[in-house]
C-alpha cells in the first residue's frame, strides 16, 4: 500500500488540510489536532458529536503557527466573539500547548425518551486534542472505504490499496516515519454527519459499519520514530 493522501486537522472537529508531505512526531501529523474550540459555558471541548455544524467550518494554520477558521461564506477569523455568534454559543479557540487541566468532550451514549441522545462526558488525551492517548495517527485504506466519502472518517493517512486491519499490532514504516499500529479505530455518530461538498447525514453508515465491521474502520497508530511522509510513499514492515 502507497499514501494516497495525508490530511491533518489544526482545529479539532472542523475540516482539514490536504497536504503533500507531512512531517509526524510523537504527537502525530505537525499541526494536527493542536487547537480546539471550546464552550466557555460549560467548559466542555467542541465536537461534531455534539455540534455538527463545526463540519461546515474549515481550520487551517497560518504562517505563524496559529490557528484561524474558515467560515462558509469564505471570510476567515480567529476572533473568539465572532465564533460564538456563528456558533450560537460562548467559545473560545485554543492551543493545545497553552491549555491546562482536564479535556472534557461529550460522546452520545443512550437515546433517550425524547428520541435524543443522552450524553456522557469523557476525558481527553494530553497533548494534541485527540480523542485517546492510545493513538496519535489514523490510516484507512480506499478498499476499506469503497463508495463512502472519506472525509466522513477523517484519517490522516489515505492509503492506496487494501490490508489495513492486519497491521494491528505490528510496526510499520511510512516514508522516513516508524509507526506502532495499535488498535482499530471504534466509530461514532460523527461518521453520519453531513459535510460541505454535498456529503449529507446518512445514519446508515454507522449502522453498516456495526453489522458488517463490528463498529470499527480505520487503524490508529503511534509513532515510535519521527520523519517526514509524501504522498507516494509505501508502507513496509507488515
Known sequence: MRVAELWRYPVKSLQGERLTRAEVGPEGLAGDRQWALFDTATGYGLTARRLPDLLFLTGRLRADGR???VL???SVTADDAVLSGRLGRPVALRAAAEATGE??????DEVGEAGEYDWDAFPGARG????SSRTRVSLV?????GSWDRRRFRANVVLDGAGEDALVGRRVRLGGAELDV???????VMVTRPQPGGVGRDTGVLKTIHR??????AVGALVTRPGTVVVGD?????
Do not use: I, M
Open 72 to 74: 462558509p461564506d469564505g
Open 128 to 131: 494534541a486534542f485527540h480523542d
Open 182 to 188: 495499535v488498535k482499530q479505530v471504534d466509530r461514532c
Open 103 to 108: 479535556r472534557l468532550y461529550e460522546n452520545p
Open 141 to 145: 485504506s480506499t478498499g476499506t472505504l
Open 234 to 238: 509505501e508502507l513496509s514492515g507488515w
Open 212 to 217: 458488517e465491521r463490528d463498529g470499527f474502520l
Open 67 to 69: 490557528a484561524e477558521v
